[in-house]
């Protein structure tokens, strides 16, 4: 998956609890992105960062949030505020934002009991 | 609105033969376009990408064609094997610079069967 990694593969949460995404690359990319695919719908982009210590909202920001201290590092928690979190997670990232292109990780399924 | 729709839906052929998916766009200011390959419970993989000014692009058995007038673009797939089922992905990416934005198409789930 093109030096993209992300874990678990698969996450059980409980209502209420907060729950952190791994993603690392070894791309030495600088600009990370994580997306929501729910079926039916295009992947939507949650949050990206250009480079480290840097984020920006996405489209469907609410619930959720990053950091980005290490330039291979991008995790992803998902709060107890997030209203429907049961969706498959995708970490993708680019050698620069813009035009070039995204490279996806395999994905994290969460789903909350 | 910028907005990416892929037909058909879902598409069942027998091993061997072609078929051809469908991605019309209205994406605006277009910057390139390219179709995803996705296995289930996986990521996408590129297959192909598209700027303005190309209008056929070949990746072994997948050739997409991108006509910028009409907004459309295909992904024709020959030979088809039980391995190319999964879901296929348009995306088209829009703007310019660092504030490029790529839209998602919903996918086509194309099945192969022996």
């Known amino acids: 998956d093109g030096g993209i990694t992300q874990s678990p593969k698969y996450l059980f949460r409980k209502e209420g609890q907060n729950v952190t995404l791994s993603c690392e690359q070894n791309l030495n990319h600088d600009a990370m992105y994580w997306y929501r695919q729910d079926p039916g719908q295009g992947l939507r982009l949650i949050y990206y960062?250009?480079?480290?210590?840097?984020?920006q909202k996405g489209d469907i920001a609410e619930g959720y949030s990053v950091s980005r201290e290490k330039k291979e590092s991008f995790p992803l928690t998902v709060t107890s505020a997030q209203k429907n979190p049961t969706a498959f997670y995708l970490c993708?990232?680019?050698?620069?934002?813009?035009?070039?292109?995204?490279?996806f990780g395999p994905g994290t399924r969460l789903t909350v009991l | 609105k910028n907005q990416v729709e892929q037909s058909p839906q879902s598409l069942i052929i027998l091993e061997g033969k072609n078929c051809t998916l469908q991605c019309n766009y209205t994406v605006s200011p277009f910057s390139n376009l390219r179709w995803y390959k996705q296995d289930t419970g996986r990521g996408p993989v590129s297959l192909t990408i598209m700027t303005f000014s190309e209008n056929t692009k070949s990746n072994g058995r997948y050739t997409a064609t991108l006509d910028a007038d009409t907004k459309q673009s295909s992904l024709h797939i020959t030979a088809s094997q039980l391995s190319d089922s999964a879901s296929y992905i348009c995306?088209?990416?829009?703007?310019?610079?660092?504030?490029?934005?790529?839209?998602f198409g919903t996918g086509t789930l194309l099945a192969v069967q022996p």
């Open positions: 993708a990232s680019s050698a620069r934002t813009g035009s070039h292109e995204q490279f």
């Open positions: 995306v088209v990416s829009a703007g310019g610079g660092a504030t490029n934005k790529l839209i």
């Open positions: 960062s250009q480079i480290v210590n840097d984020f």
